[in-house]
């Protein structure tokens, strides 16, 4: 055997281990749930074929239509103010000031803490006798129902998400302005603009590639979530905090409805495909936008 080929079989045997990972634990679940998703199991009897039924369940059932709308809602509500708040803070932090460092790593703090974690310590934080009542009691005329009404609860799983993810954001919109030239800067100085003429000729049309990237991963994680709505409220009251990463779970392990629960999740992983190939199209247009303005 020559050089060549024991090469070729050495890297072979790194990668196999891998390759095999892979297609146990992540190919094989994902052919696995499109097979159920066609299928009525309730992990008692056998499976049986139902064709495309639990699909056009997903389409005629109200609830499920209802509980889109929250996941699209949640995702609006979720995404902008991580986009605005991760901005504008990234835009304070690329500052030097005395202090920096420390006050960058406790906004990033939360997103290394268990998301489970962070939920139940915010669910005693929005109790009706909680820190956060406590702390409106001065401006309320009585405890506010953070958990127990519609409107609030949403307002409050939306509260806790954003707090946590945040300073991630931020710390991916640092590395992009790091990386614009500051030569453009002192050009454009010279020329007399401000503040305000800087972010927008410079700082955001440079920055759009990040912005990009954060809205749409913002948009997947957000798609995702899960954790945070079955600990802080369990999709309560009435489904005014579910979403889809929550349903899958009660129909699969609540209702017992393996068929439906897979039927969603091959739908929200059609639509996260969808998502991740926006993202990709996108970058791969502002780069060429790039290159040839920096060619021309």
């Keep these: 055997m020559n050089l060549y080929r024991r090469r070729n079989l050495s890297g072979l045997v790194f990668v196999l281990p891998v390759v095999v990972f892979f297609l146990i634990f992540r190919y094989y679940p994902i052919l696995r749930a499109a097979e159920l998703s066609f299928q009525d199991w309730n992990l008692i009897m056998p499976p049986e074929d139902v064709g495309w039924e639990n699909y056009q369940w997903i389409l005629e059932n109200e609830r499920v239509q209802r509980i889109m709308l929250n996941t699209i809602e949640f995702v609006a509500w979720y995404a902008g103010p991580n986009l605005i708040i991760g901005l504008g803070l990234a835009l304070i932090f690329v500052q030097p000031f005395r202090g920096r460092g420390f006050y960058r790593t406790l906004y990033f703090v939360p997103i290394v803490l268990s998301e489970a974690l962070i939920a139940v310590v915010w669910r005693l934080l929005f109790n009706q006798r909680g820190l956060v009542n406590a702390m409106l009691d001065p401006f309320t005329t009585g405890p506010v129902p953070w958990l127990t ?20 954001y931020m710390l991916i919109f640092i590395a992009g302005l790091n990386q614009i030239p500051r030569d453009y800067y ?25 912005t990009v990237f954060v809205l749409v991963t913002t948009v997947i994680t957000a798609t995702q979530s899960f954790s945070t709505q079955y600990v802080l409220t369990r999709g309560s009251p009435n489904d005014a905090t579910n979403v889809l990463g929550l349903l899958v779970w009660q129909e699969g392990f609540a209702s017992r409805n393996l068929g439906r629960a897979a039927a969603l999740s091959m739908t929200l992983f059609v639509v996260l495909l969808v998502l991740s190939a926006i993202q990709l199209i996108a970058l791969r247009s502002r780069r060429t936008d790039t290159e040839v303005t920096i060619e021309a």
Excluded: C, E, H, M
């Design 149 to 168: 009404n519609g409107d609030y609860a949403q307002l409050a799983v939306i509260i806790v998400a954003v707090w946590r993810t945040f300073g991630y």
């Design 186 to 210: 002192d050009a454009a100085k010279v020329d007399g603009a401000n503040s305000t003429q800087l972010f927008w000729g410079i700082t955001f049309p440079l920055l759009r590639p990040t």
